[in-house]
């Protein structure tokens, strides 16, 4: 719980400073960096946060392969740009973690009214993009040719799996502790 109280006070103070700019700018390409800029700030802090602390993992795992590291930071500076401004800001996640943990029987009903524009569409609209984020920025990378990335963050809210690569598991740690 206080993880979330912390995630929550970032979200509603935090913001990028220069050194992040110049750190997204230095791995993604302008069409990534444009699907990065269209998220929540609050989502772009996350995720530049999420990319440091990946940048520290994959220090410990005592690796020398930069394309593997190049692809962890990517991978996590646009592992949630299925989260676009406007459609789920900070009130929709804050909505959807309290609707998994205190009546996610509800849930499907809501994300059958995502597109009505009545107030119950636009907590469906929330939830369906807490849920479906990581397929929706799949799809947003495999359409500027980022195939690769795609195919991890497509995966990044699933449970571990033996089969899950070293990128996709930093991947999942990172996000987890941010």
């Known amino acids: 719980m206080r993880q979330r109280i912390r995630q929550f006070i970032q979200a509603v103070f935090g913001r990028l400073n220069a050194e992040g700019h110049t750190f997204i700018r230095a791995y ?13 700030e609050a989502d772009q802090l996350h995720a530049f946060r999420v990319a440091l602390t990946a940048k520290e993992l994959y220090a410990k795992q005592s690796r020398d392969d930069s394309d593997e590291y190049i692809l962890l930071i990517r991978c996590s ?21 309290l609707f998994y943990r205190f009546i996610p029987s509800l849930i499907p009903y809501f994300v059958r ?28 990378l495999r359409a500027i040719g980022a195939a690769h990335v795609a195919e991890i963050i497509q995966h990044h809210q699933k449970k571990a799996a033996p089969e899950d690569s070293l990128v996709l598991c930093l991947l999942k740690a990172a996000d987890a502790r941010n």
Request: glycine residues 10%.
């Open 77 to 97: 500076l646009l592992h949630d740009i299925g989260r676009v401004k406007g459609d789920a800001d900070i009130w929709g996640k804050v909505l959807a973690v």
């Open 113 to 140: 009214k995502k597109d009505t524009a009545s107030v119950f569409g636009r907590i469906g609209r929330a939830l369906h993009v807490h849920i479906s984020h990581p397929y929706i920025g799949a799809d947003k």
């Open 28 to 40: 993604l390409s302008i069409p990534e960096q444009q699907l990065f800029y269209a998220m929540h």
